[in-house]
């Protein structure tokens, strides 16, 4: 180990960077780096660097997955109470969100939630990249991950679902008082 690993090898541990480098040292190279962002993430490095095309790829498409999970279950969530203030006597459009809203929520507990990948997010602004050490990098496109808190995402999505079912279920609950 040279003297510009010792000093790269600091920076990283100082900035909490974790970097996936492109290195071939055999077959099972892939399974290589998945170890290497398995690590990173258990590890909760602040920002993870993934070098190898495929791995980030993979990584930032399962993010984004995710990511539109969330999403719908808050658009379909508020779209499904809105439309029971709108229009209270037309349950056809309230009750497909809230169930839409309903099933991303769940997919995102069952699938999502417990991966430690969830907790970051794809950082894209041109301005946070040029104050990571990219210039070491063999690769000219790497996915960088910057690890950010959730629990209020989480917190959102499931109180707007529930929210979205109680109030459907209120009105099933009048629909049949009535009758």
Request: proline residues 4%.
């Amino acid at each position: 180990m040279d003297e510009y690993e010792s000093t790269d090898r600091e920076m990283l541990n100082y900035m909490n960077l974790a970097i996936i480098r492109e290195i071939y040292d055999g077959e099972n190279a892939h399974e290589v780096f998945e170890n290497e962002l398995e690590r990173a993430l258990e590890t909760k490095c602040s920002c993870i660097v993934i070098e190898p095309t495929k791995l980030g790829e993979e990584t930032a498409r399962w993010i984004s997955v995710g990511n539109c999970l969330h999403k719908t279950a808050v658009l379909a969530g508020f779209g499904s109470i809105l439309s029971n203030f709108a229009w209270p006597d037309k349950m056809y459009i309230s009750f497909p969100l809230s169930g839409v809203s309903f099933f991303c929520a769940g997919v995102y507990a069952v699938s999502w939630q417990s991966d430690p990948c969830c907790k970051y997010q794809v950082e894209l602004d041109p301005r946070n990249l040029e104050k990571l050490p990219l210039h070491t990098l063999t690769s000219s496109s790497p996915v960088v991950l910057v690890r950010k808190d959730d629990t209020r995402r989480i917190v959102l999505h499931t109180a707007i679902t529930l929210l979205a079912v109680a109030f459907c279920a209120y009105r099933v609950f009048k629909s049949y008082q009535t009758v």
